[in-house]
């Protein structure tokens, strides 16, 4: 339990949401006012909370999750309330998720987490530069002031008392293709052949809404995917797992079981007159799944067996901000509407009126203001826990998981999201575009994602929305070959997308990046777990690691772990850019897994050159990357060899993490670490591995350059784990 450096505060009987679990009580119990809280001038009002601070010249606000914004929020307008948006432009307010946790760093480092289910709108600096305005949508709320040292200590303050982060299977981190959709049994064993006969790697293969009989959750299509058991299996003999969605709206239709035992046993969120409320979203009108009631989450949860016992390891859940195309009463507003336009002539105003009433049929905020929810016996109206709705679906769906199943690991993420959820699942970063500038967003939201607790992230590479470009295609999937989840997956309509669809070249190229992505999961795997373990981040932008004023703005160089930094091109056409070290590092220039192209760069400015197959990564001073053997699968790779390609400035020592990767022993420290230590002897270099006796690494091949730019090489087993490393040659290049 933790206590260090918070401060809590409370205003009126919050609603419990379980975001954060590991306070000490002796803070818990004895609660400040909200109205001394100093931070900010707090004005309790009848219905909301306002409050205000005044920014120092160099304040930076780093945080908030999921937003459209980059590094620094200071100048932005943000509104937390989960939106189902698939437009992610740059004035866009909402995302999927709601992450009210954001640090002022200046003079100080302070941590401000708002627990507050309903909407919340921040003024970072917008109306006027210097003023920071909040609106809490509510009177009962808690807050959480985390003090520390620096954005480092004070995230991990945060990491730790909202507790552990959810572990996906390992095979979670191959690579892994979606579409929407894949509409057959034969279009995804074609898609699977593809992938194999082109020597593609990869892990799993998503099953859009199509397989389901009329977007019927937990329903299979039987025309379309006929002896679905027997599929599964199949697929499983070609060593591809196959990913079903899960939408949270269920379909109204006599005799169809969920609808009618979710009606018989009242799991479905009441309107006003308390009758089931009736939106609609994929499979026409539906009711929502009440997630809020104990009973409701543990009824949907074990539904989620039925896919199970046909063979599925992993789901995605949809639609759960939750997601309203329309509701009857709406759409029938509007149909009177055109109706008694009929006759009128369509001047500008009717005009703009009548487009007006079209864009709001859904997701319209009357709507959320039209059904409860019941949280312990209490009927409580959407919008004022709104939040809470897709975290709610997600733990519905890991509780139900532990309960089928409690030593497996699932694979298990969504789109709508609150802190707290980072313990159930991991998110997707939604509906984007193919477009250049959601490279560049992405490796905005992979940080501050991870910031929140959701370790577990990655965009529909390639872009979701629109046709991709072979080149696009290529970059994209350069960047996300470093995030946890890297999934291909495009909208309906759009251009082929598999990386087998293009041109042998870019073939080629995607094969050497997928490829790449395998040889790096032993280090990604590693980082992703001692994240969990340790509560830091995945992923972060350099300002968390060094202490440089020129970091400050730059967020398009990202640290993966404690090892590797990268600097991804975002940009159509470029084949180099300025990338800044803040110390001197080892650049790998990886056109394909092997080792070959390094160089040694001082602190500094460096034009990079970068060509289409290239993917440039920096290996940090005394640090290192382990790399295992590439393989048609992550189930496949071989445990028992990796190489470790380091830099010495004056000595290392590294430890790296793995385990089962199926099993939940990682909960209980089972794991297979392995520490590798290099010294630096006047002329030579020795280096001694420490095999933990549960490590499945027999070999370890050594790779480490100097700061003379000198190669060393070994082969390190356990028969002979100290050994001198040879010089092998000076990198000229
Ligand atoms: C939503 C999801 C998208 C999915 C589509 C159809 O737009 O965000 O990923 O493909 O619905 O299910």
């Not at 809280?37 to 005044?54: A, G, H, P, R, W």
């Amino acid at each position: 339990m933790i206590n260090k450096n918070i401060n809590y505060y409370v205003n009126g009987e919050p609603i419990e949401t379980d975001a954060v679990i590991e306070l000490d009580n002796s803070i818990l119990d004895y609660p400040q006012p909200l109205s001394e809280f100093e931070d900010f001038n707090v004005m309790l009002m009848e219905n909301s909370i306002k409050m205000t601070c005044e920014f120092s010249d160099d304040d930076m606000v780093i945080g908030f999750g999921q937003t459209v914004k980059g590094l620094n929020k200071r100048g932005s307008e943000l509104i937390s309330f989960c939106a189902d948006e698939p437009e992610h432009l740059p004035n866009k307010r909402s995302l999927y998720g709601a992450h009210n946790f954001f640090v002022i760093l200046g003079e100080t480092v302070t941590g401000y987490f708002i627990d507050f289910p309903g909407e919340i709108k921040y003024d970072i600096g917008f109306i006027h530069k210097d003023i920071f305005n909040i609106i809490i949508e509510g009177v009962d709320v808690k807050l959480y002031k985390i003090k520390g040292d620096t954005l480092k200590s004070v995230t991990k303050t945060f990491l730790e008392i909202i507790g552990e982060s959810y572990v996906p299977p390992k095979w979670g981190f191959g690579y892994q293709q979606c579409r929407w959709s894949y509409e057959t049994a034969d279009d995804i064993r074609k898609v699977a052949k593809e992938m194999r006969d082109s020597k593609i790697p990869c892990d799993t293969i998503y099953l859009d809404i199509d397989y389901m009989e009329r977007f019927k959750d937990f329903t299979i299509c039987d025309e379309k995917f006929p002896d679905f058991k027997t599929f599964v299996d199949d697929m499983k003999k070609e060593k591809f797992r196959l990913i079903p969605i899960i939408d949270a709206g269920v379909k109204i239709e006599k005799g169809y079981s969920l609808y009618e035992e979710g009606t018989d046993e009242g799991h479905f969120c009441e309107n006003e007159e308390g009758k089931p409320f009736v939106a609609a979203v994929w499979p026409g009108l539906v009711h929502f799944p009440d997630f809020f009631r104990k009973e409701t989450r543990q009824w949907f949860g074990n539904k989620y067996e039925m896919l199970i016992s046909h063979g599925i390891e992993g789901f995605w859940n949809d639609m759960n901000e939750p997601a309203i195309f329309y509701t009857p009463k709406k759409l029938k507003d509007f149909y009177d509407h055109v109706e008694s336009s009929m006759e009128k002539p369509l001047d500008i105003y009717s005009y703009f009126e009548l487009m007006s009433k079209v864009e709001n049929l859904s997701n319209n905020p009357e709507d959320y203001k039209s059904f409860y929810h019941y949280i312990e016996g209490k009927r409580i109206r959407h919008d004022k826990v709104h939040n809470l709705y897709g975290y709610y679906m997600t733990r519905s769906a890991a509780e139900g998981l532990e309960n089928i199943d409690s030593e497996k690991r699932f694979l298990l993420f969504s789109r709508a999201s609150y802190i707290g959820a980072h313990r159930y699942g991991g998110i997707w970063m939604g509906d984007n575009e193919s477009c250049w500038e959601h490279i560049e967003l992405s490796m905005k939201l992979l940080p501050a994602i991870n910031m929140c607790g959701i370790m577990y992230t990655g965009a529909d590479t390639g872009g979701f929305q629109g046709d991709v470009s072979s080149e696009l295609l290529i970059r994209f999937m350069q960047f996300s070959l470093f995030t946890p989840l890297m999934r291909n997956h495009a909208a309906l309509g759009t251009r082929d997308q598999e990386p087998f669809a293009f041109d042998k070249a870019t073939v080629d190229i995607l094969r050497n990046v997928i490829e790449l992505r395998y040889a790096l999961i032993p280090y990604l795997y590693s980082t992703y777990m001692k994240s969990v373990k340790e509560r830091s981040v995945y992923a972060s932008n350099l300002i968390m690691e060094y202490d440089d004023p020129r970091v400050k703005e730059i967020e398009d160089q990202l640290l993966i772990g404690d090892s590797l930094m990268i600097a991804p091109i975002y940009k159509q056409n470029r084949r180099g850019q300025v990338v800044y070290l803040p110390e001197k590092m080892l650049l790998w220039k990886a056109k394909d897994y092997m080792v070959e192209d390094t160089l040694l760069l001082d602190k500094g400015d460096h034009f990079i050159e970068n060509s289409l197959e290239e993917v440039a990564m920096f290996i940090r001073p005394d640090k290192g990357i382990i790399l295992g053997r590439v393989a048609e699968t992550v189930e496949e790779i071989d445990p028992s060899i990796v190489s470790f390609l380091a830099f010495i400035d004056t000595e290392i020592n590294e430890t790296f993490y793995d385990d089962d990767g199926y099993t939940k022993a990682y909960k209980n420290d089972e794991n297979q670490s392995l520490k590798i230590e290099i010294r630096k002897e006047d002329s030579y270099l020795t280096t001694q591995v420490v095999f933990d006796h549960k490590s499945r690494v027999e070999v370890v091949n050594i790779i480490v350059f100097d700061n003379e730019n000198i190669r060393f090489e070994g082969r390190v087993t356990r028969e002979k784990s100290t050994i001198i490393l040879e010089k092998v040659s000076k990198n000229e290049k």
